[in-house]
């Protein structure tokens, strides 16, 4: 089956710029997470979807960050204006949505700000 | 927050030798996962033992949980040079949401 897709793998931009990510679970999933990675730090999560819903967004930065997910599939993730310290790896996941279930990731965007 | 806190930081081992890293959270938990990070294959899910388990194993991997301890350890046997990564344990409480710790970076020298 595929995987979690993602897009752009890499991404430069300067500070106080706009920026996007995008994000294709596996079919099925309905449950798709934004997480946040800085070098050297475990994965630190965003936003949680289930279906088109927010389960939770209490780790998103919303004043520069915003998420959505239409029709409860594809996710885009974005930042405006970006800061230095956005500078990280952002990493999609998905998962069956239930309790005891493993997340599967995608490849992550490398997103450095200069 | 990041709840898991695992043990060592960072491990260098010889090929053949088995690798322990140790894993310590704070909270109550539904499960504990253990996910694998290398710069080839990216985050990759290894095993998830439950609250009411205390053992399980997949291949080369043995996880134990030890939940008055509020801990739990990945056991590698016979490692090879492909295991170099680092791993990260991730708890699992409510709303299916995991939360990790900073992770293990596990060396593996031919």
């Known amino acids: 089956e595929a995987g979690v897709a993602q897009s752009p793998r890499y991404k430069i931009i300067e500070k106080r710029q706009s920026v996007a990510f995008w994000c294709n679970p596996i079919?099925?999933?309905?449950?798709l997470y934004w997480y946040q990675q800085i070098l050297g730090q475990g994965p630190k999560l965003l936003i949680q979807?289930?279906?088109?819903?927010?389960?939770?967004d209490s780790q998103l930065p919303k004043d520069r960050f915003s998420a959505e997910r239409l029709k409860g599939v594809d996710s885009t993730l974005k930042i405006q204006p970006a800061k230095l310290e956005d500078s990280a790896v952002y990493l999609c996941a998905s998962s069956l949505g239930t309790p005891n279930y493993e997340q599967y990731f995608g490849p992550g965007t490398r997103l450095t700000v200069t | 927050s990041q709840q898991g806190e695992e043990d060592p930081q960072a491990l260098s081992i010889q090929e053949g030798e088995n690798a322990t890293m140790n894993c310590s959270y704070k909270t109550s938990i539904n499960n504990l996962q253990w996910y694998r990070q290398n710069s080839g294959r990216g985050l990759v899910h290894l095993i998830l033992i439950r609250s009411n388990e205390r053992e399980k194993h997949s291949g080369r991997l043995r996880v134990t949980l030890d939940t008055s301890k509020k801990s739990s350890s990945l056991l590698i046997t016979a490692s090879r040079a492909a295991d170099t990564a680092s791993y990260f344990c991730a708890t699992g409480a409510g709303s299916y949401q995991l939360t990790f710790g900073k992770g293990t970076k596990l060396s593996v020298i031919p």
């Open positions: 979807f289930q279906n088109n819903g927010v389960v939770d």
């Open positions: 079919s099925g999933h309905a449950t």
